[in-house]
T-cell receptor, first 113, second 112 residues
C-alpha cells in the first residue's frame, strides 16, 4: 500500500537536544511538507520541498532544519534553537501542483522537557 | 496572501441532525479549496476538494460542500450526523508555490 510513514509516533527529549523526525513516502510524489500543529492554531508550515535537493522555508522555519537528498525522504530536525518545540508534527506529500491534494502521515508528537 | 476563516472553533450537533461547518476564504486568484478531517492523534484525511469544476462537491462519508464565489465561502455540510463524525475539520486554500493555507479548525461534537 502506498502512503506516508512518520516515526516515531511519540518522542521525548530533554531541552537543549536536537532531535530528528523521520518522514518517508512511497507515493512517488515530488513535493513534501512539514507542518506543526498546536491546539486552536491549525497547521502551520515549517518547510517544504518541491524537488529533490531543494527546499524552502515556510511560515515558522526558525529553529528547524530539513534535507531532501532522496525523493521519498524528508527528515525534519528540531534544533535547540526552537524555543517551544513541544507540538504535534505532521508530514505531507503531493504531486506538487496547486490542484492536487496533500496526503498526510500519522504524525509525531514531540515532548521536550 | 490567501487566508481561511473557519467560523466556530467548536460545533455541537445531535446525532441525525444537519452538520454545517463554515469556511470563508480570501484569494486574489480563483482558488482551489479543500476540506480535511482529523481524528485524535492522527494525520489529516481529505474529505473533498474544489478545483473549479462543479460548484457543489461531494466527498467521502456523505459530506458535501458548495463553492460560492460571491460569498467567498466553501461551507461543509452533511444531512445527518453520525457519532463517527466527531472529529476536527480543517478548511484549506491553495496558495502560490503549491502550498496550502489552513484555517484554525472546527471541532465537531455529536451528541447521542
Amino acid at each position: 500500500d502506498g502512503g506516508i510513514t512518520q516515526s516515531p509516533k511519540y518522542l521525548f527529549r530533554k531541552e537543549g537536544q536536537n532531535v530528528t523526525l523521520s518522514c518517508e513516502q512511497n507515493l512517488n510524489h515530488d513535493a513534501m511538507y512539514w507542518y506543526r500543529q498546536d491546539p486552536g492554531q491549525g497547521l502551520r508550515l515549517i518547510y517544504y520541498s518541491q524537488i529533490v535537493n531543494d527546499f524552502q522555508k515556510g511560515d515558522i522555519a526558525e529553529g528547524y532544519s530539513v534535507s531532501r537528498e532522496k525523493k521519498e525522504s524528508f527528515p525534519l530536525t528540531v534544533t535547540s534553537a526552537q524555543k517551544n518545540p513541544t507540538a504535534f508534527y505532521l508530514c505531507a506529500s503531493s504531486r506538487g501542483t496547486a490542484l492536487h491534494e496533500q496526503y498526510f502521515g500519522p504524525g509525531t508528537r514531540l515532548t521536550v522537557t | 496572501a490567501q487566508s481561511v476563516t473557519q467560523l466556530g472553533s467548536h460545533v455541537s450537533v445531535s446525532e441525525g441532525a444537519l452538520v454545517l461547518l463554515r469556511c470563508n476564504y480570501s484569494s486574489s486568484v480563483p482558488p482551489y479549496l479543500f476540506w480535511y478531517v482529523q481524528y485524535p492523534n492522527q494525520g489529516l484525511q481529505l474529505l473533498l476538494k474544489y478545483t473549479s469544476a462543479a460548484t457543489l462537491v461531494k466527498g467521502i462519508n456523505g459530506f458535501e460542500a458548495e463553492f460560492k464565489k460571491s460569498e467567498t465561502s466553501f461551507h461543509l455540510t452533511k444531512p445527518s450526523a453520525h457519532m463517527s463524525d466527531a472529529a476536527e475539520y480543517f478548511c484549506a486554500v491553495s496558495e502560490r508555490g503549491n502550498k496550502l493555507v489552513f484555517g484554525a479548525g472546527t471541532i465537531l461534537r455529536v451528541k447521542s
